[in-house]
């Protein structure tokens, strides 16, 4: 059907089959919904009619593939279609009328732990679309639908294909909601995992991450005190630029929520801290940064903003887990794996068991703060930098027990040295240590 010899345009009051239209909801680039009034059943409806120019036989092959493929995913948090088909002149499909969408409500504030509540449906509503093999393409804030009863549903499948297929081309998507793999052509699942990240940070924060993506986000400030900082490292892995570092579907989002979400839930509410709180931790970190340590120099951990150092697995101070840390190092390059900083002539990181990093250069090192321990006596090198995990040379793992101070204390879980007068956690280990 071309836009020429098709039905005029769709105008509030006009009456379609069964269906009185009362006021236009929202024009997109492939159709315009409208609220309707259903004469038969006596309710209100939303009507989703797609642009003239666009009703051509191909166009309808794709709508009525929406149409069976929402009909497939049977989910109380997936929109479903009531009918479709044509109606005087016009492809109609026929959605329950929403409050509204999830766009329209982040215009005004929103308590923290009604964001927190929306993760729950919003995962679950791509998961269970991920597990049947589709993938959504179009994940934003438009497309998630509002109802009176609190529930959620995820909408428009209308450029969402299967996830066995070979999926080619771009322009797919939203400006601003489109992960960097899918803006180049190759949406998957992880881009769907992407584009939900960004909904979702801002649904906290009211900011949408922007390219280039760096780490943290726009409005991280906002949550810092406020949530549980594995928050953070959820985020961080939703929102990766490289999409093998990502999840590699809502599923998995799904059961990584789950078991993050009692810690959201129960975080401690936030208190106003005096100035005097805000002093006396900033004195404690200074007169740690102070001590005597076989560490140095310290950088800021990127959730506390406590001291920390590149060999620590746990921050001392809120007991993040490092797996990944990329904090500011006076090493010369940097290890793939783990991120940490290495020197040049390492054949493999001291602190993840990485992999071959060297040797780069021929120039040896003279730090005083190497200390021999290698117990492999196959390696031709000795050194060993305090509280490493390898040898760097051998891969040897180190068995031995790294002291903090001659008389310093050690941890009851991995017996390596702490500073125990300052940490509440081991930074090697993570075991709580203000019991």
């Keep these: 059907m071309s836009a020429g010899g098709g039905p005029g345009p769709v105008r509030v009051r006009q ?50 593939k929406e149409v069976r493929l929402t009909a497939s995913l049977d989910h109380p948090n997936i929109l479903p279609i009531k009918t479709a088909g044509m109606v005087d002149g016009h492809f109609v499909i026929v959605h329950p ?20 509540a929306l993760f729950d449906p919003m995962i679950e509503a791509l998961a269970h679309a991920h597990r049947h093999g589709v ?56 881009s769907d995992v992407f584009s939900l990240g960004l909904v979702l940070w801002q649904l906290l924060t009211g900011s949408v991450p922007a390219w280039p993506f760096d780490w943290p986000p726009v409005g991280a400030s906002r949550l810092r005190g406020r949530v549980h900082p594995d928050l953070f490292g959820f985020f961080e892995r939703l929102l990766k630029v490289d999409d093998r570092r990502r999840f590699a579907d809502a599923e998995k989002v799904r059961l990584a929520w789950r078991r993050l979400r009692p810690k959201v839930l129960n975080a401690p509410a936030r208190r106003p801290r005096s100035s005097a709180t805000v002093r006396w931790k900033s004195a404690r970190f200074r007169a740690f940064v102070r001590s005597p340590s076989p560490l140095r120099p310290f950088r800021p951990c990127p959730s506390c903003r406590g001291p920390i150092h590149e060999a620590m697995r746990f921050c001392p101070w809120c007991d993040k887990d490092f797996r990944k840390l990329r904090v500011e190092t006076s090493l010369p390059a940097r290890c793939p794996r783990c991120e940490r900083g290495v020197k040049l002539d390492w054949v493999y990181c001291a602190w993840c068991h990485g992999k071959a990093i060297g040797p780069l250069t021929e120039r040896t090192y003279t730090d005083v703060n190497y200390e021999s321990g290698c117990r492999n006596e196959r390696c031709g090198r000795r050194e060993l930098l305090p509280f490493s995990r390898y040898c760097p040379w051998c891969r040897t793992r180190v068995r031995r027990t790294f002291s903090w101070s001659k008389r310093g204390r050690r941890c009851g879980g991995c017996g390596w040295g702490i500073a125990g007068e300052f940490w509440d956690h081991c930074a090697w280990c993570g075991k709580d240590l203000r019991g």
């Design 15 to 64: 009456r379609l089959g069964q269906y009185r239209i009362e006021q236009r909801l929202d024009r997109g680039g492939f159709a315009t919904v409208y609220r309707a009034y259903d004469t038969v059943e006596g309710i209100r409806v939303a009507l989703k009619i797609p642009h003239a120019h666009l009703v051509t036989m191909g166009a309808l092959r794709d709508f009525r």
């Design 97 to 116: 009328l929403g409050l509204g969408n999830l766009a329209t409500r982040l215009e005004r504030r929103m308590p923290l732990a009604a964001a927190v």
């Design 135 to 190: 993938i959504h393409c179009d994940v934003k804030p438009e497309n998630f639908i509002l109802f009176r009863d609190g529930q959620v549903r995820l909408a428009d499948f209308g450029i969402a294909r299967f996830a066995q297929h070979t999926l080619t081309g771009s322009g797919s998507g939203t400006v601003g909601y489109v992960s960097p793999d899918q803006a180049l052509g190759k949406p998957t699942t992880r």
